[in-house]
Structure formats: C-alpha cells, structure tokens
C-alpha cells in the first residue's frame, strides 16, 4: 500500500528530497569543467544574475524564499490581483495609444482599431503630437463612448479637452453613469515631464465632479512613464508612483473626498518590459504597497490598485525594428500575468515615427493571441506560487518602500522633483546602466549584438519633435550605439563605403573561428564592416590580404596560444602593409604589441567611438 505524502501527490514520493548543498556540489562539478574552482556559495553566485535596485536573480529558490502572505486574489494586499477574478472573465482591457494630428485620420483608426479587438483608447490631446482639443469631436466620430473607453493625455491642455470630452458625452445625450475611461490629469507627471511647477486644483475639480456624477469614469492618472523613459530602475519607478499617488490623495482629501473616493478617482500606470519576471513582480509590488497605503490611511478595502500597463518605449530600436516585436510580446505577457487590468502594446515601429495601420494591427494582435490563443488570461495571478517570482516581489517592494520613504523626508514627490532630487538619482541610475549598455552586459539584439550592416532601414513618417526644456530626458537603450551606426551610414552616403576593419584570423576554423566571429560582432555594432578574406592568414600572406581588403584597420583573431606563435610577424606584416592600427580579440596578456584590445566587457561604445574619430568619420 503506497502512503501518500501530506499534499496527496504520490509522485516521487518513494525518492528523498535533494539538499541545498547536494544540488550546490553538482553546481562546483559543472563549473569546474568550465575551468572555474569556485566552491560553496561563489558557485551560486556565479550562477546569479545582477538585475539592478540591488536586487539578484539566483539560479535556485525553494519555498524557504517566501516571506511575506500575498493574501488572495482580490483582497489586501492585493498583491496576486486587485480582483477576484482577475483577468479570467474578458482578458484585460487591451488599450490602444493614438498621437495623430488629423482628426479625419485619427478616426480612422480608431474605428479600425474598434473593430478589430481593441476595447479602449488612449488619446493624445492638444501640443505638437496630438489631435487639436477642437477636432476630438470629429475624430470620435462613431465611436460609442458608453462602450469604448477614452483615456485622455493632454498635458497642458487637460483643462479644455476634459471639457471638450464630457460636452461631447452630453450632446450625444448619454447618461452620465454610463460614461467610462479617465480623464488622465497627472499634474505631476506632466511637471516631471516639462519642468513646469505642479498645480493640482484642476485636477482636484475635476475629480470631485467624477466623484460625484460620473461613477464610471477616473480624473487622475499616477503617471510612472517619465521616470522609467528617463531611465529610472523598477523601484524608482515604484517609489514615484507611490509618492505621486500619495500626494493626490493629500489634495484630494483636502478637497473633502474621502480615502476611499479619492482612491476611486486614480489610475496607475507603469512600464512593462522584455524582462518578464521583472514586469510581473514590479505590478504585484506595486499593488501591495498602494495596499499600504491605504491600510495606513485608513481604508484597507479602498486599496485596491487600477493598473494600465505600457510595453517600455526604452527598450525599442531604431534597428531591426521588427525584433521590438518580441519584445513588446514578452512586455505583454508580463503585463497580463503581472494582473494589470489594461495594457497597451506600442507599434513595433514607434521608435520610428508615426506607426503604420499594419504595426497598429500587429499591436493590438499581441493581446489578442495571448488571451485567446495562450489563454493567460483564463487563470487568476498565474505567476502566485512561483517562488523566484514572490521572493523578487518582495525584495522590489522593500527596495521601492525604501526610496518611497527617502522622497517623503525630502519633502514629498513636487519638492523631489523641484530640487533635482529625482533628476539626479535617475541620471545615476541610467549612468551606470549606460556603461553595462557599453559593455554589452546588457546586450541589445540587432543593435549591440548580430547587427546587420545591410539591412534595409524602415521609414515613417516622423513623429512630432518632443521638447525636453527643464523636465526629464527621455533615454533609448539604442541611443549610444544608434549614434555610431548613424556616423558609418553618413560615412557611406558621402564616401560610397563603410569604414572597414581587416580580421587577420589565424590558423584553422577551430582555432580562430570564436574570436573572429565576436570581433566582427563587434565592429558590426558600430558600423564597421569586417572583412575576412582569405578566411586565415599568416606572415606571408597577411600584407597581400590586408591592401585587397580596402580596411585601414586590421584585428587579429585566434586562441592566445598561436598568439604566442603567430601574432607578433602578421602584426609586423600587417603594419608595413599600411594598417593604421592593430586590434587584438583577447586581453591584453593574450599579446601586448596590439594598439587596442578588445573582449567581452569592454567598452565597446568607447572604443569605436574613439577609432571612428581617429579615422576621421563625422
């Protein structure tokens, strides 16, 4: 008679359970096979992946690794769902951004969209990329308010187009309980944005009369986006919010809402990234400590937080852009398991311009597959359970709780952002992700990693020039490596060819095909084009090879013992061939008489920025 362990499974149960230092021995048996002694535990952290804040993603978690109770869906702390049911009932509300000018076009695809399976709108109103607070009436043509949602962002304009929407809802006689969306007053939002100093009165008026005659309808979004597009980390982003929406709630109450009315009027929304895991814990984070908040003010049930979820814009490329589509399905995959009620996929080609009707479709397709097709919507908080994914949403909270707290002794989120708090500790952060971006430890595909030199650029119609006067920068991953691209392709336009590195690979394929092939990796990323023929050379033939190349440059690729052997006659070769520099793929104790060195962790950016100037590429 088989006896069943406490759970009821029999599975595996005749076997002993593995230790923690029995799986970490197999670890040192598989390292040291690598060539690493490591032993105890260096050799789960070798294994350990830095993810920024401080945080660590370990290659093993058991159920020790949990802390805290994540509750139940639906209930404080709200952390697996903000619902009961979670996304099971229709999927989450899949959310379309819009920034066109012409309203007539603007309702094009709007309908398009409508009928096509988006289920909410997200408008850009007023300034140099939205459609005019006079032509939203035009552009909303057909669209059935009492159904389609509308997300207004309108910046400084918020004002008219708030009373341009609800003028609209009331000429088409719609009953006030009926109208649904938010007006996406975010005061201080648009301060980070612009600089401006915050005023909250409009946005305080606004959500009283929501409050009081339009059920259905929130006045204020906590706008995480500029501190993430600034390059701020998860937490920073989670402890602004949290700032932000605590400072709402002051004003709010001030104006005589309760707690729980003045929770009812906001709307959080926060990036999603290609880092799934991190997406997912960083809503669940966020949702438990809004909990918090309201528990301390107060209204533990009022806790429960509205999340719209944005696929990152800093993690799109101007480069194959095609391979942002990826990435913009992990971001969506996140979001919806992470529990946000409403996600917005960018078009794969925003990065670009103005987005086509077949990226908007491709879009808006991303949250239909996986609701329907992958059926992440039909379970409630999918990733409960996971032990890696509570640990992390544990750690991310204590982290943003921490800078959360750190804002509020600085004198709150407008004092933060007036004395250049929130500048400064951001410019920190991206600082130090930009040299990891540099290095390729953060690699980017298509950009920093398998670069195609002949690939056709994708053209758009440009966007609106955005305006960074006084408020936060926006960051692309890209943007060093775009800049070197950029100087090659200028280079070709007024030269007819790229600038050229020779890779002088020596000895045969097994020895030198390693190294050639990161070197050109490499050079690729920054626009030069590598040539490798013959594909090995040695002493005799290297000066020959090197003229028919059309290089200037030459780079020596194969194991550090035929350096030993080999690299100091083809370097002398080369050099009285009229090779300008000598690149070496290894370190510098591979062979000391190559002008640069370059390897895995070095500074790519740097290098060929300074090789691009010496050869004289504007």
């Known amino acids: 008679m088989t006896v069943l362990p406490a759970d009821g499974l029999p599975l595996a149960a005749e076997f002993p359970d593995p230790s923690h230092d029995q799986w970490q021995s197999l670890v040192e048996g598989v390292l040291r096979r690598s060539g690493r002694e490591v032993t105890g535990t260096a050799a789960e952290e070798a294994l350990s992946t830095a993810l920024g804040d401080g945080l660590t993603a370990r290659p093993l978690y058991t159920s020790a690794d949990v802390s805290a109770d994540p509750g139940l869906p639906g209930f404080a702390p709200f952390t697996r769902g903000s619902r009961a049911a979670g996304n099971t009932t229709d999927g989450w509300d899949v959310r379309q951004r819009h920034a066109l000018t012409d309203p007539v076009r603007l309702n094009e695809a709007l309908l398009g969209d409508l009928e096509n399976g988006v289920t909410s709108l997200w408008l850009a109103v007023g300034g140099p990329g939205g459609v005019p607070v006079s032509g939203l009436a035009r552009a909303l043509e057909g669209v059935h308010l009492d159904l389609a949602p509308v997300v207004l962002d309108a910046g400084t304009d918020a004002g008219p187009a708030v009373r341009e929407l609800l003028g609209l809802c009331e000429t088409r006689g719609l009953a006030k309980e009926s109208v649904r969306g938010c007006l996406g007053l975010d005061p201080l939002g648009n301060a980070a944005r612009t600089g401006a100093e915050p005023e909250l009165s409009e946005a305080v008026h606004w959500a009283r009369i929501c409050s009081g005659e339009y059920p259905g309808l929130r006045a204020l979004a906590v706008d995480a986006l500029p501190y993430h597009e600034a390059g701020g980390s998860a937490a920073e982003e989670l402890g602004l919010s949290l700032s932000t929406g605590v400072a709402c709630l002051r004003a709010l109450t001030a104006a005589g809402l309760s707690v729980e009315e003045a929770c009812a009027q906001l709307e959080f929304r926060y990036a999603a990234t290609a880092d799934q895991f991190l997406t997912i814990a960083k809503l669940r984070a966020a949702r438990r400590l809004w909990a918090r908040v309201a528990e301390v003010c107060g209204a533990p049930d009022a806790g429960a937080q509205r999340q719209h979820a944005v696929t990152s814009s800093v993690m799109m490329t101007r480069r194959d852009p095609w391979v942002n589509m990826l990435r913009t399905t992990l971001a969506c995959l996140g979001a919806g398991v992470g529990g946000a009620e409403s996600v917005t996929v960018l078009p794969f080609d925003h990065a670009l311009g103005l987005p086509d009707a077949f990226a908007r479709r491709i879009a808006r397709n991303t949250s239909t597959i996986l609701i329907e097709e992958s059926h992440l919507a039909r379970v409630t908080d999918p990733a409960g359970g996971s032990w890696y994914v509570e640990r992390l949403t544990d750690e991310l909270a204590s982290a943003a709780w921490s800078f959360f707290q750190e804002i509020e002794r600085a004198g709150g989120q407008a004092a933060a952002l007036r004395s250049g708090m929130v500048r400064e500790r951001i410019a920190d952060t991206w600082a130090a992700r930009s040299r990891d971006l540099a290095r390729r430890k953060e690699p980017v595909t298509g950009v920093s990693e398998f670069p195609s030199l002949a690939e056709r650029p994708v053209e758009r119609v440009p966007a609106p020039a955005v305006v960074v006067d006084g408020g936060l920068p926006r960051v692309r991953r890209d943007e060093a490596f775009e800049a070197l691209r950029a100087r090659s392709d200028r280079h070709l336009a007024a030269t007819g060819s790229r600038p050229r590195v020779f890779l002088a690979a020596l000895g045969p394929a097994s020895a ?96 060929l920025s300074s090789e691009l100037d010496r050869m004289g590429v504007a």
């Open 512 to 607: 030198h095909t390693a190294r050639a092939s990161f070197a050109a990796n490499l050079f690729l990323s920054g626009g030069v084009e590598p040539v490798q023929e013959p594909v090995s050379v040695d002493a005799s033939t290297a000066a020959a090879a090197f003229a028919a190349s059309g290089a200037t440059i030459a780079c020596l690729c194969s194991t550090d013992a035929l350096y030993a052997e080999r690299a100091e006659g083809v370097a002398a070769a080369l050099r009285t061939a009229g090779a300008e520099r000598i690149f070496l793929a290894g370190r510098p104790d591979a062979f000391a008489g190559a002008d640069v060195h370059v390897f895995a962790g070095c500074d790519v950016v740097a290098v």
